[in-house]
């Protein structure tokens, strides 16, 4: 294997096999442990743009009811484990401080595009540059409009098994890669996506015989809730 070829670490909501998910504490905690890249969820309440997986609160935190439809405030007062708190987006930007790559991961629609390209809008040129920033969604329509309005950030087409038009959907959403299920990353779709250009990551792998196997299979990099063990994969080589 051609070991100078890069293959990215791209810590899985922070280091969520550290540290409860989608927290500063766990998106710190990835970067201690070398991920490039820092892979979080994003999704829009009343008033601001947090960071959460699920559409209701009940499974990371104190809370209960839609992240959708709670002030930040209200989100802010819940424990999201380990005494940490569901951070916004502007906070982790802050946090972060451009030492590393963002994968924004858009989880709600209906507008979640074109808050997330102000924000971003707002620190280009400002510490962070266009190539840091990798947006994503499984929900392409939302995707599309978010490249629509920030066209020089790169995106990622996620998706979940392998559609018959994938190809089609990464051309028109003018995508940079594809970010897809490990399960169906095979050398043979890692070569057809590289061919038209597009950098292939898989999640989520924590396994290192599979971190292994994937790098060997030509992938671009993986998502890990370990990504120590990504660095150590890559190190061991
Ligand atoms: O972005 C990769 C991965 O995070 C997608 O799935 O459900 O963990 O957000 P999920
Ligand atoms: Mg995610």
């Known amino acids: 294997m051609d070991s100078s070829r890069e293959f990215l670490c791209i ?75 569901i951070p916004s987006l502007r906070e982790v930007l802050d946090l972060v401080g451009a030492r590393v790559a963002l994968n924004i991961e858009l989880k709600s629609a209906d507008g979640t595009a074109a808050q997330v390209a102000q924000v971003l809008r707002g620190v280009i040129g400002d510490g962070w540059s266009t190539e840091q920033f990798l947006v994503s969604s499984f929900h392409l329509p939302e995707l599309y409009e978010f490249k629509q309005s920030l066209p020089e950030v790169p995106v990622a087409a996620l998706v979940c098994g392998v559609p018959l038009d994938w190809a089609a959907c990464a051309t028109e959403l003018g995508a940079q890669a594809l970010n897809l299920s490990a399960e169906f990353a095979d050398a043979r779709l890692v070569a057809d996506a590289h061919g038209r250009g597009l950098k292939v990551y898989a999640y989520t792998v924590n396994h290192p015989e599979d971190i292994a196997a994937l790098r060997a299979a030509g992938l671009d990099g993986v998502f890990s809730d370990y990504p120590d063990r990504v660095a150590k994969a890559i190190a061991g080589e």
């Open 11 to 85: 810590g899985h909501r922070g280091a969520r096999g550290h540290a409860p998910e989608n927290t500063l504490l766990s998106i710190d905690t990835g970067i201690r442990l070398g991920a490039g890249m820092i892979e979080f969820d994003v999704q829009r309440c009343v008033d601001e743009l947090v960071v959460i997986h699920d559409l209701r609160l009940e499974r990371t935190t104190n809370g209960q009811g839609r992240v959708g439809h709670a002030r930040y405030d209200e989100l802010r007062r819940l424990d999201a484990g380990s005494g940490q708190h």
